[in-house]
T-cell receptor, first 117, second 117 residues
């Protein structure tokens, strides 16, 4: 299947700083990318839907100013956690849709573990 | 509200036995379902999908059954192996009808499959 990468895989930061996470589709063009958040032993929670060249659509309860999403190209979306606090510590996963495979198939990245001290 | 859930949080099976993981969904309008496998510290991995016009689909060692009458989905794994140990999630999405489909996935809570040697 298609490959989606995330960088970094792990990040530790101090409270109050901002962290940027990159999601790349390596061998296909992703018209839509999704950002999820996952707490330990919990399910994936969709945060936002990102379409190339347009503003992201955020799920209810997700702060737009806190979680900035940019989908500048068909192969790259970024999630920036601004002014991070310990409660933002989580596993962040992106997925990408488009290219090979069935119309609706999403390919997931390996995730980024964020720890805010 | 809409939800996709799994009946059991943990399933323990003997190596070589067949595993059956269940999922109940509540949105009768959902017409596309996917099973994902997630290993510790990694992103979800696509296993198999099924559309609502089918009631069974087979892959390599896996079978998905869909019962729309009772809104139930199951994943059967034949001859379970230690490498099958992971958390399994079902997810639902409305089958695309033109460009308006968002591709959003609603994930269930997950079942941890433990394979005993």
């Amino acid at each position: 299947g298609a490959v989606v990468s995330q960088h970094p895989s792990r990040v530790i930061c101090k409270s109050g700083t901002s962290v940027k996470i990159e999601c790349r589709s390596l061998d296909f063009q992703a018209t839509t990318m999704f950002w999820y958040r996952q707490f330990p032993k919990k399910s994936l929670m969709l945060m936002a839907t990102s379409n190339e060249g347009s503003k992201a659509t955020y799920e209810q309860g997700v702060e737009k100013d806190k979680f900035l999403i940019n989908h500048a190209s068909l192969t790259l979306s970024t999630l920036t956690v601004t002014s991070a606090h310990p409660e933002d510590s989580s596993f962040y996963i992106c997925s990408a849709r488009g290219g090979r495979g069935s119309y609706n198939e999403q390919f997931f990245g390996p995730g980024t573990r964020l720890t805010v001290l | 509200g809409e939800s996709v859930g799994l009946h059991l949080p943990t399933l323990s099976v003997q190596e070589g036995d067949n595993s059956i993981i269940n999922c109940a969904y509540s949105n009768s309008a959902s017409d596309y379902f996917i099973w994902y496998k997630q290993e510790s510290g990694k992103g979800p991995q696509f296993i198999i999908d099924i559309r609502s016009n089918m009631d069974k689909r087979q892959g390599q060692r896996v079978t998905v059954l869909l019962n729309k009458t009772v809104k139930h989905l199951s994943l059967q794994i034949a001859a379970t192996q230690p490498g099958d140990s992971a958390v399994y999630f079902c997810a639902e999405n409305k089958y695309p009808r033109g460009s308006s489909n968002t591709g959003k996935l609603i994930f269930g809570q997950g079942t941890t499959l433990q394979v005993k040697p």
